[in-house]
């Protein structure tokens, strides 16, 4: 059971250079989200997608944007890399309702922005 | 305002030695759920255990327990006889509802060999 997926696991850009992390769950849940962790800081909500076809900005949206391509895929894009952006980032999926918001997270994709 | 304060930043034990990891959280809700996470040294942010408001029941998963209680506001995580496994970051972590979750900053735990 694989959960949530996301790639790339370590990735070095340089300044200005663009990318896409990749995000896929298998838990059939409609909310997806975007955190980025670094030290000091804890983890920070960068988008989120409540539902398939939605996605909202979150504490730290600057800099990113989002696609919730369908139920199961949710893709982060750095369209112009900034060192500031160097951390790592977690793809999650949340089981909402009676759980509250049960968040279960990728294994993370390390980024460096030289 | 909604706040999650873990009390100790790190821990340090040897093993076998059991530990307590402190969370205290702020809410007025009157619902309101509570979670802990654990982040091994490889990275990946791992559920532990969720507990919704109406539920103060202590809860064991083999070596893990945690104590929640209202009256203080603390939902405490313990770990029986530590392993050198158990070395991880640990995150308590509060949702109320909407889209936010608020999580504390973590308690590093070592557990020596």
């Known amino acids: 059971n694989a959960g949530v997926t996301q790639t790339p696991k370590f990735q070095v850009l340089k300044t200005g250079q663009s990318m896409t992390l990749q995000c896929a769950q298998d838990m059939n849940h409609n909310s997806m989200y975007w955190y980025r962790q670094d030290p000091g800081m804890g983890l920070r909500l960068i988008y989120y997608s409540a539902s398939e076809g939605t996605t909202d900005k979150g504490e730290v949206p600057n800099g990113y944007n989002v696609s919730r391509l369908n139920k199961r895929e949710f893709s982060l894009r750095l369209e112009s890399a900034a060192p500031s952006q160097t951390s790592v980032y977690f793809c999650?999926?949340?089981?909402?309702?009676?759980?509250?918001?049960?968040?279960?997270f990728g294994e993370g994709s390390w980024l460096t922005v030289v | 305002a909604q706040k999650v304060t873990q009390v100790q930043t790190e821990i340090s034990v040897v093993e076998k030695e059991d530990v307590t990891l402190d969370c205290v959280y702020e809410t007025r809700d009157t619902t309101y759920y509570l979670f802990w996470y654990k982040q091994p040294p490889s990275g990946e942010l791992v559920f532990l255990i969720r507990r919704n408001s109406f539920d103060e029941q202590n809860e064991i998963s083999g070596r893990y327990s945690w104590n929640f209680q209202k009256s203080t506001s603390s939902f405490n995580f313990t770990i029986t006889a530590s392993q050198v496994v158990d070395s991880a970051v640990y995150f308590c972590a509060l949702y109320t509802g909407g889209f936010k979750t608020i999580f504390g900053a973590g308690t590093r735990l070592f557990v020596k060999a």
């Open positions: 999650a999926s949340i089981m909402t309702g009676d759980s509250g918001n049960t968040i279960y």
